[in-house]
């Protein structure tokens, strides 16, 4: 099965699928990026990193369309100028950060240009601050400003049951005043309702010009389910969970052997070639 011939933008998840564990694109997703460019089909990224996370990435790949940080809570340009916010609203951020703890995890909170942990030493700190580059601040609390410019709260464990429980328990407690997902087994993501990637897909697709059954997605989290509803043609990551296999058109092979680059090969050059 490949991609319809009218595909116009490849909206692409980052981590667990653009890159591997190493978080460096491979020779062979640069030379995919360059095959989308030539075959007329833009490029643009959407992470539950916050924008500046996806900086290192503009260039190698000659972005040019918006960045969409926070699972969408930030739209920016690629010099990462802001076009659109969608932060958390305080009361919301501020029962996210209870129920989170109430359920034993870490809790995280991303700003839009800074994040906060309540130890250096915590769980995947030390692996994010290679992923972001950016050190965190260290606080045991946050402060009332944090919490009413908060884009991100992430609830963190080992436990990948005990995420999956508090997914549940955060979505029942926070309602419709939050989006609640998993981006990994690990990471527990609250955003603003409006920060999700199916919402992302309408945005882009608004912007130009085209509709969103035009846009091809591809992803490996839970979190990337949304848009793969809103898009013409999905592509889960073959390391993703079976239900996100089971929500996709098609699943390429694992981020740890390119399968993002095999995947735009397969089902979306070979259809406009065709």
Do not use: C
Not at 244 to 266: H, I, L, P, Q
């Amino acid at each position: 099965m490949t991609a319809p011939r009218d595909i116009r933008l490849l909206l692409s998840d980052v981590d667990g699928t653009l890159v591997g564990h190493d978080k460096v694109l491979s020779q062979a997703a640069l030379d995919a990026a360059r095959g989308l460019r030539a075959a007329g089909i833009e490029l643009a990224l959407t992470s539950s990193r916050p924008v500046f996370g996806l900086r290192m990435l503009v260039e190698p790949l000659a972005v040019t369309l918006p960045l969409a940080g926070f699972n969408g809570g930030v739209l920016a340009n690629p010099d990462l100028s802001v076009i659109e916010r969608h932060p958390i609203a305080p009361g919301a951020a501020r029962q996210a950060v209870e129920v989170l703890a109430k359920q034993g995890l870490d809790v995280w909170l991303y700003t839009e240009d800074a994040w906060i942990v309540p130890k250096a030493d915590g769980p995947h700190v030390a692996r994010e601050t290679f992923i972001l580059q950016t050190d965190p601040e260290v606080a045991t609390a946050f402060t009332d400003d944090q919490l009413g410019n908060a884009f991100k709260i992430v609830g963190v464990s080992d436990d990948h049951a005990l995420v999956a429980r508090s997914e549940a328990a955060a979505q029942a407690a926070l309602g419709e005043t939050a989006s609640a997902t998993r981006s990994e087994p690990h990471f527990l993501d609250v955003t603003n309702p409006e920060a999700n990637k199916g919402a992302v897909v309408d945005r882009l697709a608004r912007r130009l010009g085209i509709s969103p059954r035009q846009i091809a997605t591809i992803g490996d989290g839970q979190n990337d389910v949304l848009m793969f509803r809103r898009g013409g043609f999905s592509i889960a990551m073959g390391n993703a969970a079976d239900a996100v296999k089971a929500a996709a058109d098609v699943v390429a092979d694992s981020n740890e052997d390119d399968g993002w680059a095999k995947a735009v090969t397969r089902f979306l050059l070979r259809a406009k070639a065709a």
